[in-house]
């Protein structure tokens, strides 16, 4: 009798190989940039290491899906801020995506 369950959620799909180029170019072109920029290769570096360590890709698969849902957020939630709304009930975008790696 096997010890693993029956139906196992499918792991999300690699990114493609040049994911990761193409979203450094996005997150180069934002206009948060400046303060963007540091904080995606503060989170590269840390998942090279961590790959480096665990001889695995998934750090790097993490970090392209959390920064890629960050840009796609980043139009809604200046529209938010724009709008004026209260804002005090949110959560935390860690709440959403997990820790960082």
Do not use: C, N
């Not at 180029?21 to 180069?28: K, M, S, T």
């Not at 360590?53 to 957020?73: E, F, G, I, M």
């Amino acid at each position: 009798m096997s010890a693993q369950p029956e139906h196992a959620p499918a792991p999300p799909p690699a990114p493609a190989p040049t994911a990761a180029a193409e979203l450094l170019a996005r997150v180069r072109e934002d206009p948060r940039a400046p303060q963007w920029m540091p904080a995606f290769e503060r989170d590269w570096a840390q998942a090279l290491e961590d790959a480096r360590h665990s001889y695995s890709l998934t750090p790097l698969h993490q970090v392209v899906r959390a920064w890629k849902a960050r840009l796609a957020a980043a139009s809604a939630v200046d529209a938010f801020i724009a709008s004026g709304l209260d804002d005090s009930d949110g959560i935390g975008l860690e709440d959403v995506l997990g820790a960082r790696p």
